[in-house]
């Protein structure tokens, strides 16, 4: 069996911004399918990491290799724009094409906010606001997305339909995810890996054998680590080696 295809390859990167070591010896692979989680404290090199994959910042060593015409769509941790501009969501979108990209309709319908088209940009919630970026982030037909932390400004409802939609998209499109997020909880059933940062990598897997890393529950707490064995009580799956789902059902009924 083919192993998959390494979409990105980080080889041992540093990032000195202002003489401070803002991430410190890096090293991971994204391959092609799989949705990696960067979690870690505010601070901690993840937005920094993922300017470094854009090619936006250049590390200060070691090297960044991605796969030859790798296609990567991006969702911005924040949107800055002028509000008194009359621009509707349709109209924002189309600023973004290119020859290549997929249509608007398609992008809005895979987010479900087909019905925002019309809408004026003044006029959207948070919630429908990072759904028009992650539209903006498919437009690419991307093999890779990237997210910077794509639930800021949601309420709670919607950051679980939104780490649904992720998912979703990522079967649809057959992409690679790379998410930015600071709780593990919170991302834990729609993530195959995750990597926890605080400038250097402290600890990486799927995400119940990072709740048990002694250097996850250094970082983050007792607090963190006890909402996350309340939510391991009532997952219904648990996941092998790799961070796959493992299904029951057959011991259950067998």
Not at 224 to 253: C, R, W
Request: proline share 4%; aromatic share 4%.
């Amino acid at each position: 069996m083919n192993s998959p295809k390494k979409l990105v390859e980080i080889d041992n990167i540093n990032v000195i911004l202002g003489g401070n070591c803002v991430i410190d010896q890096v090293s991971l692979n994204i391959q092609a399918g799989e949705i990696v989680t960067l979690i870690g404290p505010n601070g901690a090199g993840k937005s920094t990491l993922i300017r470094a994959i854009l090619g936006l910042l250049k590390p200060s060593s070691g090297k960044i290799k991605t796969a030859p015409g790798l296609r990567i769509g991006y969702m911005p941790q924040r949107l800055q724009m002028d509000r008194t501009i009359p621009l509707n969501v349709q109209r924002f979108l189309n600023v973004w094409r290119t020859r290549n990209s997929i249509s608007i309709k398609t992008a809005l319908k895979h987010v479900s906010a087909e019905h925002l088209a019309m809408r004026p940009m003044q006029e959207i919630s948070g919630g429908e606001l990072q759904r028009i970026l992650l539209a903006r982030a498919l437009l690419r037909n991307p093999q890779l997305l990237v997210l910077d932390e794509p639930v800021q400004g949601v309420d709670m409802q919607g950051q679980t339909e939104l780490y649904q939609l992720i998912h979703e998209i990522r079967n649809l499109y057959h992409c690679a995810v790379l998410m930015v997020s600071h709780d593990l909880h919170l991302v834990m059933s729609s993530t195959d890996r995750v990597i926890c940062m605080n400038h250097h990598i402290c600890c990486s897997g799927h995400p119940e054998s990072v709740s048990n890393d002694p250097a996850y529950q250094e970082l983050f707490g007792k607090e963190a680590v006890e909402s996350i064995a309340l939510y391991a009580h009532h997952h219904d799956h648990s996941h092998d080696d790799t961070g796959k789902v493992v299904d029951h059902s057959e011991h259950l009924h067998g």
